[in-house]
């Protein structure tokens, strides 16, 4: 064998996380040469890029538009015509039409050509995916030749299951490269390496996971990219939640490709996860949108004070403009706590009373109101009146309404529709009020990697430990209308994220009367969050793509035991199963 046939010992490899945009198929192309240009000054061969760059992830049903498959291949194209500089090769993930089918499609790009087309062959049908309704299903595939080495290119799904990664072993794959569009939950990180690193085991091959990173709707993706070599071992890991463009070095060994050199950061768990995950959503969705800052209700509680952190985190306390909407029934308390939240954040700070409002709503109502006791309606005149001055703010100077409710809240319909409700996005609508109380309590000692407010205790102690109140009526206190948070949230998380029995939830020691009322509740509330900003996923099941209810809906549990079927009219024969008739 001559010089110039002898495989490769060596292949340097770019991973490009970095951050498109639904859509934006000319910037997200601009944004892939960028990353070409940068891995070929660090000597890479190959740049990978995550799963529909081009396209930007999910397209939902924007990939069944003629016009926008158009729009990416000719991207692809463009692209495919730079490689003939004699640089690195790319690996790019689009929509691809074959045969009048819609695929999810990862090509390969060298010497200025589309070399190789890989399909999807796993589509996902489950929580926040809905694949099987825009692709189609690809054939098994076999490797791709590069420059002497045999890639597998399952993508995202393909891994999670054994059969593709199998097939690829079997037909002659060195290294699995995988792109991803994997968005991120709380343990998600832990969960994607327990999968990738099964199929290494399986395989005996490296595998490179590429994941996305930026925010998309309800959807964040982290990134947090690595490399597993083929004894199981994390050979790199890129940082989450950051954008980068990262050299991987494999060598080719006796045994096989080995990741020798590739960079090592930590990862973000728990609450850090979820704080850094709400921060990057609201940035996305408000610099994606071209909103030039937002506005939010500053009201000397938690949840807008946590807000307020995080969108000066995000953008910035320039572009962040809180105002405090006091009534009558506004405590001292929290005009001095509002007021303090907003100056150690550094953000424009803003008083405009309401009672005219109130007060005209009020006498506008009087003539049909007369003689009937006050109660909830005129409580939700106040939100109500709060929420046309904010909307108004927002439609005079540009900036998007924050809004502010909890996943608590949330759940049970605690909150008042075109009132505290209103707004374009809601960066802790997936967080329990325990957890808004703990995220405050971690944002006064910690902020993630290029936060961009100040540093320090921003929340003031008397916000995190006052008792909570929506302050509509005298003296109110959220307990007044709901269990205890810390008893509460448990019985949702149960409701929500595990879908348990009335009966499982009685067993944990909590009144079973309470645990109906707040079922009850959650089901009643099911209208209100259909009309509910979009808020940032962070839990397994977050309300919108995940969690998919009736709002007609009479189901309840009866709280019985587990149901037995009757042995004595169960079928006699398998389930599922055709009969076989013969003459």
Same mark, same amino acid.
């Given at each position: ?13 770019? #991973? ?5 945009? %639904?859509?934006?198929?000319?910037? *997200? ?30 397209? @939902? ?68 995916? =809905? ?110 939640? @950051? ?16 990741? @020798? ?27 994606? *949108? ?15 004070? #946590? ?34 939240? /907003?100056?150690?954040?550094? +953000? ?6 309401? /009672? ?19 109660? $909830? ?34 759940? $049970?319909?605690?909150?008042? +529709? ?7 996005? *809601? ?90 009322? $707040? ?26 793509? =995940? ?20 042995? =004595? ?5 398998? %389930?599922? $199963? ?6």
């Amino acid at each position: 064998m001559t010089q110039s046939c002898r495989p490769p010992d060596r292949l340097v490899l770019a #991973l490009a996380q970095i951050n498109c945009v %639904v859509g934006a198929i000319d910037a *997200n192309l601009e944004k892939a040469r960028a990353a070409r240009e940068e891995a070929r000054k660090s000597g890479a061969d190959l740049v990978m890029f995550s799963e529909l760059f081009l396209a930007g992830y999910p397209p @939902e049903d924007l990939v069944l538009k003629p016009a926008f498959q158009d729009s990416c291949r000719a991207a692809l194209d463009e692209l495919a015509r730079d490689t003939g500089d004699g640089g690195p090769a790319v690996l790019m993930g689009l929509p691809w039409m074959q045969d009048g089918r819609c695929h999810n499609a990862y090509a390969l790009l060298d010497g200025g050509r589309v070399v190789a087309v890989r399909f999807k062959v796993d589509l996902p049908n489950y929580g926040v995916f =809905d694949e099987k309704r825009v692709f189609t299903p690809g054939p098994s595939p076999g490797p791709v030749a590069f420059r002497g080495v045999r890639l597998g290119l399952p993508i995202c799904e393909d891994i999670w299951g054994p059969d593709i990664v199998e097939s690829l072993s079997e037909t002659g794959a060195e290294i699995l490269l995988s792109p991803n569009g994997s968005p991120y939950w709380r343990g998600k990180d832990g969960e994607r390496l327990a999968v990738a690193t099964a199929r290494v085991v399986e395989s005996g091959l490296p595998l490179v996971y590429l994941n996305q990173i930026g925010g998309q709707d309800e959807l964040v993706f982290d990134g947090a990219s690595f490399v597993v070599n083929a004894n199981g071992e994390v050979a790199g890991r890129l940082p989450a939640f @950051e954008e980068t463009v990262a050299k991987i070095v494999f060598r080719r060994e006796r045994g096989g490709w080995v990741c @020798e050199e590739a960079p090592m950061a930590s990862a973000y768990d728990g609450d850090k996860g979820d704080y850094a995950a709400c921060v990057l959503g609201l940035r996305d969705y408000v610099h994606k *949108n071209n909103f030039p800052g937002v506005i939010l209700g500053m009201s000397g509680g938690v949840d807008s004070a #946590l807000c307020a952190a995080m969108a000066a985190d995000a953008l910035g306390p320039q572009q962040v403009h809180a105002i405090m909407l006091p009534f009558r029934f506004t405590s001292a308390e929290s005009l001095r706590d509002a007021a303090d939240c /907003a100056k150690t954040l550094g +953000l424009r700070y803003d008083i405009l009373p309401i /009672a005219q409002a109130v007060e005209g709503v009020e006498a506008a109502l009087a003539p049909l109101f007369a003689g009937t006791p006050r109660g $909830v309606t005129e409580e939700n005149i106040q939100a109500r009146a709060r929420g046309i001055i904010l909307m108004s703010v927002s439609n005079k100077f540009g900036p998007m309404l924050v809004t502010t409710g909890n996943k608590s809240e949330m759940s $049970v319909g605690y909150a008042t +529709l075109y009132g505290d409700m209103n707004g374009g996005f *809601n960066p802790i609508k997936d967080l329990y009020k325990t957890q808004v109380f703990r995220l405050c309590r971690l944002r006064n000692e910690w902020k993630p990697g290029g936060a961009l407010g100040p540093d320090g205790a921003v929340i003031p102690r008397n916000i995190i430990e006052k008792p909570p109140s929506a302050e509509l009526r005298e003296n109110q206190k959220d307990q007044d209308s709901l269990p205890p948070y810390d008893a509460l949230d448990d019985m949702l998380e149960c409701l929500v994220e595990k879908d348990m029995r009335l009966a499982e939830i009685f067993a944990r020691g909590h009144d079973p009367e309470t645990v109906k009322k $707040v079922e009850r509740m959650l089901y009643l509330a099911e209208y209100k969050r259909r009309q509910s900003a979009p808020g940032v996923k962070v839990t397994r099941k977050n309300f919108g793509r =995940d969690r998919r209810y009736p709002i007609v809906n009479r189901f309840r549990d009866s709280g019985g035991p587990v149901f037995q079927p009757d042995p =004595d009219v169960a079928p006699e024969s398998p %389930v599922g $199963v055709s009969e076989r008739f013969e003459d």
